[in-house]
Nanobody, 120 residues
Framework: QVQLVESGGGLVQPGGSLRLSCAAS????????IKWYRQAPGKERELVAGITTVGGATNYVDSVKGRFTISTDNAKNTVYLQMNSLKPEDTAVYSCNAEGRGIYYGSRYWGKGTLVTVSS
């Protein structure tokens, strides 16, 4: 059974930090790229960061560069999103997404998301 389970969301004050986790199971983790998306109330879903599980290449949306760091622990089939210097505009539901590479191209999985609220 394929699963992507996010955790680590919560309420944090502006300037604070959170670390989100995305635990994957049921598919060949090393053949997928993992991305974090977020969707704020009334807004479209936005790609926040992505990482290739082989090689570790990363990319970020401009608004989080220098504040967020995506990383992977392939031994645990888990991807992390370290979020520092959080701002109220970072408030959103954060979801992880797995996209297949090579022979797995076109295969795509989603987690259910975890809520991050940045407020004083």
């Amino acid at each position: 059974q394929v699963q992507l389970v996010e955790s680590g969301g919560g309420l944090v004050q502006p300037g604070g930090s959170l670390r989100l986790s995305c635990a994957a199971s049921g598919f060949r983790f090393s053949n997928y790229d993992i991305k974090w998306y977020r969707q704020a109330p009334g807004k479209e879903r936005e790609l926040v960061a992505g990482i290739t599980t082989v090689g570790g290449a990363t990319n970020y949306v401009d608004s989080v560069k220098g504040r967020f760091t995506i990383s992977t622990d392939n031994a645990k089939n888990t991807v992390y999103l370290q979020m520092n210097s959080l701002k109220p505009e970072d408030t959103a539901v954060y979801s992880c997404n797995a996209e297949g590479r090579g022979i797995y191209y076109g295969s795509r999985y989603w987690g259910k998301g975890t809520l991050v609220t940045v407020s004083s």
